[in-house]
């Protein structure tokens, strides 16, 4: 039974489309992630949803729009794909424990290879 | 200044020795410090997690903690061919605890 689940696994697309990646988490956790891993394997954080409200917006092109309908559920959606959005991209959750032990700790899930052509 | 930072490697440790990879981060103020593990074409997985100054063991791994240094370190002992992996050094931003930062990881290849 996974705990993050991603899909597509695959996504190939041309330049200009518009593609959503869904994620879902069976954890309880309140906290989901997009992470996106570049081919340099940088791992940088995108978005973060507590509890279906966003707390965390990096420094992301506004063709990138998140979605969480419920803390479970986290989808990313692309706009007008370009080239450089090809990558991995991870979704990930984890539960605040107040700094305590496991506070913060990731579980991502297998990952959605976008390539643009 | 990155935030965190790591040395890309690759780092090649001989079978059963013991292999040291360190990480140090800008942020005084991050209170979270984690070890993760990616093999190639996988997604990262959580190996130690640590949370105050010292020392924490499981198994072949210790992750040491100096925050007067801003360091954290990862060893392992006995390594295995198994071990061969990009190690992600990761560390919670000051201003959001849920704000997880990585290092670029650490390539490791133990040779048998």
């Known amino acids: 039974d996974t705990a993050v689940s991603q899909t597509p696994k695959y996504l190939v697309t041309q330049m200009g489309n518009d593609k959503s990646i869904k994620c879902e988490q069976n954890?309880?956790?309140?906290?989901m992630y997009w992470y996106k891993q570049d081919s340099k394997k940088f791992l940088k954080i995108m978005f973060s949803y507590n509890n279906k409200e966003l707390i965390i917006n990096e420094t992301v092109p506004n063709r990138f729009s998140p979605k969480s309908p419920d803390k479970a559920h986290l989808n990313l959606h692309i706009n007008s794909l370009e080239l450089g959005d090809s990558a991995v991209y991870f979704c990930?959750?984890?539960?605040?424990?107040?700094?305590?032990?496991?506070?913060?700790?990731?579980?991502f899930g297998a990952g959605s290879r976008l390539t643009v052509l | 200044q990155k935030e965190v930072e790591q040395n890309s490697g690759p780092l090649s440790v001989p079978e059963g020795a013991i292999a040291s990879l360190n990480c140090t981060y800008s942020?005084?103020?991050?209170?979270?410090f984690f070890w993760y593990r990616q093999y190639s074409g996988k997604s990262p997985e959580l190996i130690m997690s640590i949370y105050s100054n010292g020392d924490k063991e499981d198994g072949r791994f210790t992750a040491q903690l100096n925050k007067a240094s801003q360091y954290v370190s990862l060893l392992i002992r006995d390594s295995q061919p198994s071990d061969s992996a990009t190690y992600l050094c990761?560390?919670?931003?000051?201003?959001?605890?849920?704000?997880?930062?990585f290092g670029s990881g650490t390539r490791l290849s133990i040779r048998p």
């Open positions: 942020d005084r103020g991050s209170q979270s």
């Open positions: 954890l309880g956790h309140d906290t």
């Open positions: 990761a560390v919670n931003s000051p201003g959001s605890a849920s704000k997880i930062i």
């Open positions: 990930a959750s984890s539960q605040p424990q107040g700094g305590g032990p496991g506070a913060n700790v990731l579980t």
